[in-house]
């Protein structure tokens, strides 16, 4: 596995790939990888000639500071498993090398997306994750880029950006990689104590429990439902639940037989936050 650090060096080595008309498949990533990574990283070996991955902790998309600071960073490990699945190349940029002196957000539009559920929480959020991708795409420019889907509103955005900026590449989203019992992977989940990571599978269940009664009941009745077990929860806080069009991300007001819909929700386990989402059969 190649390793680059700097945005001369890894575009360099990409000119002589695409010279020879070889496809390449990136997962762009934050580091501290798990299965659920390796899982986009697999994919995109299988469908490219050659797979780079990134690992960079971007700092414009938190407005967290100290969950930055407390972002897991496990580099030594995270190469071993990129190694594990013959991973081709490794870009692993500082923050200067990607910012220069200028550690700052663009701004973006996009249709709306930015405002719904994460957006209403995390301020600025999603021009940072704009801002990185889009610098890393014309860094990359691969053909393919993996996504998950545990991050849908995220994987949206991306996908509208794309179309916005007309940039050539192709946004593949794959699904959720959940732990046996059934706890979305997240490198976050490894800052969870004991106790929080018992508990936090009651958040999957309670998804799986919701997308049955939205077979019957309307999104309001559900969401009200959702809210209650929560408060009854002795250690698990919500943040939010809601039931939106895949597409757009509003929250739903009345089922259309047309429309794909999705439940999101945010839980704090203590001062760790977790995110997860479920496809709805619309009935």
């Known amino acids: 596995m190649k390793i680059f650090n700097t945005k001369q060096e890894i575009k360099a080595f990409l000119t002589s790939i695409k010279e020879e008309n070889k496809s390449i498949g990136f997962v762009p990533t934050m580091g501290a990888l798990h299965e659920g990574h390796l899982s986009l990283i697999k994919k995109a070996i299988k469908k490219n000639d050659i797979t780079v991955v990134s690992i960079f902790v971007n700092p414009t998309q938190f407005n967290n500071q100290e969950d930055l600071i407390k972002y897991p960073k496990t580099f030594d490990n995270d190469k071993k498993l990129l190694e594990s ?10 923050v200067k090398e990607i910012y220069n002196d200028n550690i700052s957000s663009e701004k973006f539009d996009f249709d709306g997306l930015e405002h719904q559920m994460e957006g209403k929480f995390r301020d600025g959020h999603f021009n940072g994750v704009g801002t990185i991708v889009k610098a890393l795409f014309e860094i990359v420019e691969p053909n393919k880029a993996y996504f998950g889907q545990k991050d849908f509103q995220q994987l949206q955005i991306v996908k509208k950006m794309v179309k916005k900026h007309r940039l050539n590449v192709k946004i593949k989203g794959c699904p959720i990689f959940r732990e046996n019992d059934g706890l979305a992977m997240s490198s976050r989940n490894t800052r969870l104590s004991k106790d ?46 809601t039931i939106a069009e895949e597409k757009s991300l509003e929250t739903i007001k009345i089922k259309k037989s047309n429309k794909k819909y999705r439940a999101f929700i945010a839980v704090f386990a203590g001062d760790i936050r977790l995110i997860d989402n479920i496809r709805l059969k619309n009935h």
């Open 196 to 241: 929080y990571r018992a508990a936090a599978p009651f958040i999957y269940k309670i998804l799986k429990k919701a997308r049955k009664k939205f077979g019957t009941e309307n999104a309001i009745n559900v969401t009200e439902w959702v809210e209650k077990q929560f408060k009854k929860h002795p250690i698990l806080d919500l943040e939010y639940f």
């Open 85 to 94: 699945v013959s991973c081709d190349v490794l870009f692993f940029p500082s």
